[in-house]
DNA sequence: CTGTGTGAAGGCTTTCACAGCC
DNA sequence: GGCTGTGAAAGCCTTCACACAG
């Protein structure tokens, strides 16, 4: 597999292109430059073509990309990315909103349950997704072989909790939590805290 | 002003660092090594010494550095960055959760007001802050002076109100929404896409 | 002897420059 | 002429190795 030769930053900008091949696909465009679909993904036209060399060629030259047949090239390169089955743990404030995200479904993932030591006190009216109990996060992990969750849980419980998933065999975490995990090296954390991000965007206004 | 020669990553670092030195001045630790302070933030500690160099030296050889010296230190560089006040553009699912998120609040950031095309349509019960039509918009950011936007409208609706938001004096956008914005290079866009972020991780997965 | 500060080396990404094809 | 593909160069960031201070 040529997996694990794509850096991790291209893998990332793989996603939006594929994005927004999606759109012009719905818009019935059926071919694109380099330079137009990297301005909307906001990278260089270079950079772009960079990252798709790396599994392959699929431009003609003084032409550009067909929509299609890149968007399935894309969707090769990402597919086992989509439609895994996903956990929520911590129903509170931030978790709860996050159940009734509606973005999540739209893109390929299924929130299939989540747990909270609240679990009747979770703000859940609007969502059909099934709050547990904490205590049975464990075995639902196994017994579905769940590999993704988002952690939505306070700091002060964050790293027993992200201990206890990869316990059960989780791979990799979404952690919303403002503290670091720290966890075995297999197991892949993409960190979310939006008061970093905010507090990051106002070093830059002047 | 040194600040433009601290690299981007170096200042996303920064908050880290502040938040855990935060953490350990609530208990009670007033040394910390680079050791200690790099594993909780999840970096080298050679890594976090160089990133301190960018604006001073603060440790003692043999010891390690005083919690709450360093602390006030990033205080100093950090403090355009706090306390900024901060509108809400689009007030459905995610962003009606934001508004009820008391993670902003918590670590400086007010939202003062909330922007939406439906603003009764909010389901706002919950927070306090105001939730006004749209039209009103541009006229708030440049009454009040705010540099701050959080975007979490639909993909479709996103550039424009972008657009609007940086005619009107916007400097800086927290971006929910699944498009990358056109925007000025004298404004500073930070894009948080939890759907890409969810593929990025399950690409890792084996 | 412990632990910081830092020039130099190394590694990873991005960008350039241009060859090659339609 | 227009636009892709790519080796080489540049740039940026991280890590090393070790000098130096307490």
Do not use: C, W
């Amino acid at each position: 597999m040529t997996k694990l030769v794509i850096p991790r930053k291209t893998v990332y900008r793989l996603s939006l292109y594929f994005r927004i091949l999606e759109r012009l696909h719905q818009n019935r465009i059926e071919t694109v430059s380099s330079d137009a679909l990297a301005k909307a993904a906001g990278v260089k036209p270079t950079q772009l073509r960079k990252d798709l060399t790396y599994f392959g060629q699929f431009g003609t030259r003084g032409l550009g990309y067909n929509v299609d047949a890149l968007h399935s090239q894309l969707t090769n390169v990402l597919r086992t990315a989509r439609f895994q089955p996903v956990i929520l743990v911590g129903a509170g404030n931030l978790g709860s909103a996050l159940l009734r995200y509606d973005g999540f479904a739209k893109e390929g993932f299924e929130i299939v349950a989540a747990f909270d030591v609240h679990p009747e006190g979770a703000k859940n009216a609007h969502s059909k997704i099934p709050v547990y109990p904490i205590d049975r996060m464990s075995g639902f992990v196994r017994e579905n072989g769940i590999k993704l969750a988002i952690l939505t849980v306070p700091a002060a419980a964050a790293q027993s909790v992200a201990n206890e998933l990869v316990e059960a065999g989780i791979q990799a975490i979404l952690n919303f939590s403002a503290i670091i995990l720290q966890v075995p090296e297999q197991v892949v954390v993409n960190n979310v805290n939006l008061a970093i991000e905010l507090e990051n965007l106002s070093y830059f206004i002047t």
